[in-house]
């Protein structure tokens, strides 16, 4: 079975500059996540997605960064414009469902993307 | 305060040696799962052990171990016989089931805990 794909690995941009991520989940998960990891801390919640709804989005900065789920499977971060301090790892996640109890499985990470801005 | 605390910035251990790696967390939610995830350079976060709070046993997942002392609210991963490709960050990671202000299922993590593997 095929894991989280993320593309690109790497990006390296000016401040000010734009820049977008893609996400592709494991087939068959729903609930979708993307978390900003800077350096030397744990990963923190930005947005989750269950199918192409936002559950939570409340510590996303909507100022400058934006998210889209539009068929319910890829999903693609965006920020614009960039600053210093979005440089960090930003990785995507994915869960499936309970079936039953309704609660999110175990959650699975893609490579992440490690962005630094200049 | 601090949902998960992880206080070992950096740990040492020697190649086929056990070691363990504190975690410690604060919830008032009576249901919740507490993870293990593996980050080595590279970047991935890999998954490697699950305990939910009403599981009567510690789990096990091959050489790891989680320690859950349920009153202490404390879950320590145990890793037996170390090996030199262990060497990497170790997150504990928090799942809260309370559906609180729409989130549900979103991990919140620990700082980490950097394991060096010596030969």
């Known amino acids: 079975e095929a894991g989280v794909a993320q593309s690109p690995r790497y990006k390296i941009i000016e401040k000010r500059q734009s820049v977008a991520f893609w996400c592709n989940p494991i087939s068959g998960h729903a609930t979708l996540y993307w978390y900003q990891q800077i350096l030397g801390q744990g990963p923190k919640l930005l947005i989750q997605f269950q199918n192409n709804g936002v559950v939570d989005d409340s510590q996303l900065p909507k100022d400058r960064f934006s998210a889209e789920r539009l068929k319910g499977v890829d999903s693609t971060l965006k920020i614009q414009p960039a600053k210093l301090e979005d440089s960090a790892v930003y990785l995507c996640?994915?869960?499936?469902?309970?079936?039953?109890?309704?609660?999110?499985?175990?959650?699975?990470f893609g490579p992440g993307t490690r962005l630094l801005v200049l | 305060a601090q949902k998960i605390t992880q206080t070992q910035p950096g740990m040492f251990v020697q190649e086929k040696e056990a070691v363990t790696l504190d975690c410690t967390y604060d919830?008032?939610?009576?249901?919740?799962?507490l993870f293990w995830y593996k980050q080595p350079s590279s970047g991935e976060m890999i998954f490697l052990i699950y305990q939910g709070s009403y599981d009567q046993q510690n789990a096990t997942e091959g050489r790891y171990s989680l320690n859950f002392q349920k009153a202490r609210k404390s879950a320590n991963l145990v890793i037996s016989a170390s090996q030199l490709g262990d060497s990497a960050m170790y997150f504990c990671?928090?799942?809260?089931?309370?559906?609180?202000?729409?989130?549900?299922?979103?991990?919140?993590f620990g700082k980490g805990t950097k394991l060096s593997v010596k030969p």
């Open positions: 990671a928090m799942r809260e089931a309370l559906n609180y202000g729409g989130s549900q299922g979103n991990l919140i």
């Open positions: 919830t008032s939610d009576p249901s919740y799962g």
């Open positions: 996640a994915s869960s499936l469902e309970h079936p039953i109890t309704g609660t999110q499985e175990t959650q699975y």
